[in-house]
C-alpha cells in the first residue's frame, strides 16, 4: 500500500468544511447527558474537566496533523502501513476499523435507547435499528460529498436548538458553583477521563486528511471545529450545574434533554419530544463518517472496493443491537468502550508519532 494516498479530482473537499465535518461528528449522542457522568467526579468543578478536555483534545489533534504531514497527502492506514510494514500494519488497520464499527454501534444503541425511553417506548429495537441502518448505508453509498453534505446541513439546521435551550436561564442558582476548586485535582482529572466519550470523533481526521484541497489550512479549521465544540459543551455543563441541584443531577440521566422540559411554547406541548426526534439528523453524520472510515480501511487495507461491505458491516451491527437492549447492558458497553477510546484516541496519536518521526528519518538515511 502507498503511504500517499491521493482520491479522485470529483471527492476532493474544500478545506473549510472541515470546521462542519469535526463539530458535527463530536456533538452526537454524547450530549444529551454526559454532565451527569462528569459531576459525579468531579461536583461543582465539573466545568473545569470540560475545559481540560477541551485543551488535551487540541493537542491532540496538534499531534495527528503534524504525523499527517510527515507523509504529505497520507491517511492512518497507509501511514500503519508504512510505519509497521504490511502485516502488522494490516493487523493495526483490522483495529481501527473494527473501532470505528464499534463507536458506530455505541451511538446507534444509545439513541436508540432514548428514543425508546422519551418517545416510542413500545417501538420494538429491531425496527429502529433497520429504520436508521437504511438512512445511514443511502448516504455512505452516495460518496464522500454526500456525507459531508449532511454534516454541514446537521449543523447548521441544529443552530435553533441552542436558542431553545436558554430558555431555563430565568430559573439559575449561580450559587451552585460556588465554591471554585473544591474538588481535588484527582476528581477533576477523572471528570476530564469521563468526557472520552462524549468528546471523541476528531480521530476521523486521520481518514479525511487526503481529501482536503488546501492542506495548509488544515490547522485552523480543525482547530476551530474543536473549538466550537468545547465551547458548547462548557456553556451545556455550567447550564446544568445552575439549574438542577446536586441532588437533582444526580440522578438526571439525559439533563440536556431534561432542559427541554422546562420550555412552554403555545404550539407544542412536549419540546423534547420534537428535540428527541430531531436528535437524529444530529447523529446520522457520525454514524456515516465512522460507516464509511470503516469501508475506507477496508478497500484501502485488503484492496476490496465493493459496495456490498457497506451491506455486511450494517448486517452485522443490526445483529450485534438486537442483544444490547437494556440499560445495564448498554451501561457496561459504554464503559468497557470509553476505556478503550480513550487509549485509541488520546494517547495513541502520540505513540504513532514519535514511530512515524523514527521511521522517516530512518528512510532518510537510507537513502542518503
Request: hydrophobic share 55%; net charge positive; with cysteine.
Amino acid at each position: 500500500m502507498k503511504v500517499q494516498y491521493q482520491p479522485q479530482p470529483q471527492n476532493s473537499l474544500n478545506t473549510f468544511i472541515l470546521f462542519f465535518i469535526i463539530h458535527s461528528i463530536q456533538v452526537g449522542i454524547g450530549v444529551q447527558g454526559f454532565q451527569r457522568i462528569i459531576f459525579f467526579e468531579a461536583k461543582q468543578d465539573a466545568w473545569i474537566s470540560v475545559v481540560l478536555a477541551g485543551i488535551f483534545t487540541h493537542l491532540v489533534v496538534m499531534v495527528m496533523i503534524k504525523t499527517l504531514q510527515l507523509y504529505g497527502p497520507a491517511d492512518i492506514y497507509g501511514i500503519h502501513d508504512e510505519v509497521y510494514g504490511k502485516w502488522i500494519g494490516k493487523f493495526v488497520n483490522s483495529i481501527y476499523i473494527i473501532y470505528c464499527l464499534w463507536v458506530f454501534m455505541t451511538i446507534l444503541m444509545n439513541y436508540i435507547e432514548v428514543m425508546q425511553t422519551w418517545v416510542f417506548q413500545t417501538v420494538p429495537t429491531w425496527l429502529f435499528s433497520a429504520s436508521i441502518l437504511l438512512l445511514v448505508i443511502y448516504g455512505v453509498t452516495g460518496g464522500i460529498r454526500v456525507i459531508v453534505g449532511a454534516c454541514f446541513f446537521s449543523v447548521i439546521l441544529s443552530v435553533w436548538m441552542l436558542g431553545l435551550i436558554g430558555y431555563p436561564f430565568r430559573f439559575l442558582d449561580y450559587s451552585h458553583l460556588l465554591p471554585v476548586m473544591e474538588s481535588n485535582i484527582t476528581s477533576i482529572l477523572k471528570g476530564t477521563y469521563k468526557m472520552t466519550l462524549t468528546i471523541i470523533g476528531f480521530e476521523i481526521l486521520y481518514v479525511i486528511y487526503p481529501f482536503l484541497k488546501e492542506k495548509g489550512k488544515v490547522t485552523k479549521f480543525a482547530h476551530l471545529g474543536i473549538a466550537g465544540t468545547n465551547v458548547l459543551y462548557l456553556l451545556l455543563m455550567l447550564l446544568t450545574i445552575v439549574y438542577f441541584s446536586p441532588g437533582q443531577l444526580e440522578n438526571t440521566i439525559w439533563a440536556t434533554l431534561s432542559l427541554f422540559k422546562v420550555i412552554k411554547l403555545p404550539f407544542i406541548e412536549r419540546t423534547e419530544y420534537v428535540a428527541v426526534s430531531f436528535w437524529l439528523l444530529i447523529i446520522l453524520p457520525n454514524l456515516m463518517l465512522y460507516l464509511w472510515s470503516a469501508h475506507q480501511g477496508v478497500k484501502r487495507t485488503f484492496k476490496l472496493k465493493s459496495n456490498g461491505l457497506v451491506w455486511f458491516f450494517s448486517l452485522i451491527i443490526f445483529l450485534g443491537s438486537l442483544f444490547i437492549d437494556t440499560r445495564i447492558k448498554i451501561n457496561q458497553f459504554n464503559d468497557f468502550f470509553a476505556s478503550i477510546a480513550f487509549y485509541l484516541t488520546f494517547c495513541y496519536p502520540f505513540l504513532l508519532y514519535i514511530l512515524a518521526l523514527i521511521k522517516k528519518k530512518m528512510t532518510t538515511l537510507k537513502e542518503k
